[in-house]
């Protein structure tokens, strides 16, 4: 039994520690050092520059005869990403509610796994599929890949806590906005219903108005003509004004708190990390 401890002990050791450094290198809160890590700065630049290829293949004079080239430049970004996800499932092991098979099926189920996840089937996919539409959507969902930015911002991560912790207020919020297009709809329903059937003459025909009328974005498709109509799109409008304020100050205060909190629970780093793979001296 000692033999084989002697023998593979080189290989047995090795392993844990090459998923701790990659654990360490793929998830920020792990990075020990400061900004994001080597390998997380190249998965940036990846992922920008694949983001905009994919917009750009959108545009039928950037594209066109250009097929080869593009396609080379999706299978690199593609073969880069399914690394990606492969060294992330493999070091998920390393936190304690991701470990063994059921620990990886339930990270790979996370929403950051599944739009990695997505991000790999719409980069492959666009050069088997046929149909323009399918195309068409591969492209969309390709284009998602800036959303997984999100995931090496600070800043991103304090305001999904702030979300998170203001999520009642917030949703207060939304119902108000209900009940304030609904009243408004039905109030201008009334009043300008005869005047302009065919905008508001009903209420679900009136609700387009006073969506628009209260996020202020006021198209001009659809107004009143009525006195009593322009009052009651007076009310509505400054009643938009303080629809708009309301979720803005909420999150600013929840932001704010975030970011306080993440500083307080800061501690300095170790100074004898390793500043290559920013991983702590072993006890």
Not at 128 to 150: E, K, N
Not at 177 to 187: D, P, Q, S, V
Not at 223 to 231: A, E, Q
Request: some cysteine.
């Amino acid at each position: 039994m000692a033999d084989v401890i002697q023998r593979s002990d080189g290989t047995a050791a090795a392993s844990p520690r090459l998923r701790r450094i990659v654990h360490r290198q793929f998830d920020p809160s792990a990075w020990a050092g400061k900004g994001l890590s080597p390998a997380n700065r190249f998965l940036v630049a990846a992922i920008i520059a694949a983001t905009i290829l994919a917009i750009l293949r959108t545009e039928p004079l950037l594209a066109d005869g250009r097929d080869a080239l593009l396609n080379g430049l999706d299978m690199l970004f593609g073969t880069i990403f399914v690394t990606e996800y492969a060294l992330r499932l493999w070091a998920a092991g390393e936190a304690p509610r991701f470990a063994g098979l059921r620990g990886r099926l339930r990270y790979a189920f996370t929403p950051g796994a599944l739009i990695d996840a997505a991000v790999v089937i719409a980069t492959f996919a666009p050069m088997i599929a046929s149909g323009l539409v399918s195309l068409r959507l591969l492209r969309v969902v390709a284009i998602l890949r800036f959303a997984r930015l999100g995931r090496f911002s600070t800043a991103v991560r304090h305001l999904t806590r702030a979300v998170s912790d203001r999520r009642d207020e917030l949703l207060l919020t939304v119902l108000l906005g209900f009940a304030l297009i609904i009243g408004g709809a039905t109030a201008m329903w009334l009043a300008e219903g005869d005047a302009q059937p065919d905008k508001f003459g009903s209420i679900p025909r009136a609700m387009w108005w006073a969506a628009v009328t209260l996020t202020t974005i006021g198209y001009g498709d659809v107004f009143p003509v009525t006195i009593l109509g322009k009052f009651i799109a007076v009310i509505v409008a400054i009643a938009g004004i303080g629809l708009i304020a309301m979720p803005a100050g909420i999150l600013a205060a929840a932001f704010s708190d975030a970011i306080q909190r993440s500083r307080n629970a800061e501690r300095p780093c170790d100074t004898a990390s390793d500043p290559r793979d920013g991983s702590q001296p072993d006890a």
